[in-house]
């Protein structure tokens, strides 16, 4: 069974294909470059209602994402890409999966690969104080899987691009206003530096 929410459909035959695929698996046109749009999925949960039905077939679990286990309700652990059965699933979370006591598995999809955010705002006072706009570009990517599926996307069933973009933006916003309150308009159109600074005070309130 491919468990993979990130599938797109052929643009020759319409057939649903991974997100990964480079020619499609019916007709054989060859797949162009996967680019994220507005609306693209970044995790999506499943809860595994026919446990015996699911376990039978072997499990694949696509390159470029990995998947959150939670069993009984409890976090098991992160499986990368690879294709399991129900013994070497439970040797990746560290114990058996006995389905006589597994009575609920929940298991979150999370695409790993780097993708890009944009944020646009105005408005914001430098130290003159005059008005001005800033304009980031940054790339993202999932690290901590565990701290991101339970804090961030918890128990929605899908979670998107845009949804982690106005996760971000409050934050964005408020520290460029932070940073922009301590520059002069001079100093943000001389000083080349202002922006490594800018980016540097970025990253580590977005780290906090």
Known sequence: MLLNPFARNCPNCKVSIPRSAKFCGKCGVPQGNYQFQPDDKIAARQDLSD????????????PGTNALMVVNGETRGVCPPGKYTVDTLGDRVGRALNLDWVHSVTMTVVDVSPFELKFTTGGLFTKDPLRVGVSVQMVVS????????????????????????????TEVVALSEEWI??????????????????VLHLEEGLQR
């Open 142 to 169: 999932i690290e901590n899987l565990v701290l991101f599926v339970t804090s961030v996307v918890k128990n929605r069933q899908l979670y998107t691009l845009q949804d982690l973009t106005e996760h971000l933006e």
């Open 181 to 198: 309150s301590q520059q002069t308009v001079d100093g943000l159109a001389n000083n080349l530096h202002l922006k490594d600074e800018y």
């Open 51 to 62: 446990l015996k039905g699911f376990f039978k077939q072997e499990l694949i679990i696509e």
